[in-house]
């Protein structure tokens, strides 16, 4: 067991104690048989206060907002309390399927002497080995979000060039706060991660509306750095790509949680090529069982 490097989970939660509790059993597991865990729990004014008080742990702490801000602005008001050498953002409704992929994530994280560390979920079959990129070059390579696993250096975070602004909740918002400093990552293919609250590839999102408006005004805030760092093709040619993630994703969810009503809005905005596409994909995942690719499917063409 590595014991010399400090790693603290931050998870951001509100209004979930069952899935944060499955969550905090399956750290517990961890701590004591595989890697020495802080944890750090932002409570974004949860109806009742989270009051769980573990001992198991290097250290405890559970913040609380006094309004909700969302969990996004949660996780970078935890990233204060953060007093380890390394964090793990962690989803309260998520966990690591084979723990021991910690293990060996931050022997080589540690061993590779990167900032930090990605893990992929199994469908980015075009990386089949664990390699140290720098975030850019990672970016340029097509890789785009749902990514598994994060886990960051805390210095990356007490950098002036690392802003909190970018807020929207979703992967990419940390990267692109990140990509002025340009840190080396190393990247673990087949980090696999489940969830205790719903099915492969489905989703508990319900307003989609404001979901996608939230999304709008975050690439407002994205586009000049991206452009600034890629050029205006490479960044029309990405934005297109996280479309196409969203619009399928959305397409998935829908026919997974099979509420078949909620299509009839966007069907529209979406084009019939994309949808008929999107079908054969979920026929093809559903009955043979063959991951679709996402989001990095138009960078590699």
Not at 220 to 243: C, D, K, Q, V
Not at 257 to 277: E, T
Request: charged residues 15%.
């Amino acid at each position: 067991m590595i014991v010399n490097t400090s790693l603290t989970f931050l998870i951001a939660s509100r209004n979930r104690p069952v899935l944060l509790n499955l969550l905090i059993e399956k750290l517990i597991f961890i701590h004591k048989n595989i890697y020495p865990l802080s944890v750090v729990v932002v409570d974004d004014f949860s109806d009742e206060p989270i009051s769980i008080k573990p001992d198991s742990f290097n250290s405890f702490l559970i913040v609380r907002n006094h309004c909700q801000i969302g969990l996004a602005r949660s996780r970078n008001k935890g990233l204060r309390y953060i007093k380890t050498d390394y964090i793990y953002i962690c989803d309260d409704d998520d966990f690591i399927s084979d723990p021991f992929q910690l293990l060996k994530a931050m022997d080589y994280l540690l061993s590779s002497g990167c900032y930090g560390l990605i893990g992929l979920p199994p469908y980015y079959s075009s990386i089949n080995q664990t390699h140290s990129y720098f975030l850019r070059e990672l970016i340029l390579l097509g890789v785009t979000p749902p990514v598994s696993a994060q886990i960051y250096h805390s210095s990356l975070f007490n950098s002036a060039q690392y802003s909190p602004d970018i807020s929207s909740g979703t992967d990419l918002d940390l990267w692109i706060n990140l990509l002025s400093l340009n840190p080396s990552i190393a990247v673990m293919p087949n980090f696999v991660i489940s969830s205790f609250k719903h099915q492969a590839f489905s989703s508990m999102t319900t307003n989609y509306s404001k979901r996608l408006n939230s999304l709008i005004h975050t690439y407002s805030l994205w586009i000049p750095r991206l452009i600034n760092e890629f050029g205006h093709l490479f960044t029309a040619t990405y934005l297109r790509a996280l479309s196409d993630h969203e619009d399928w994703f959305f397409v998935l969810s829908v026919l997974s949680n099979k509420r078949f009503f909620l299509l009839f809005p966007r069907i529209f905005r979406i084009s019939h090529l994309s949808m008929f596409q999107y079908l054969i994909r979920y026929i093809k995942f559903r009955v043979f069982s063959i991951p679709a690719p996402i989001g990095a499917l138009l960078l590699r063409q």
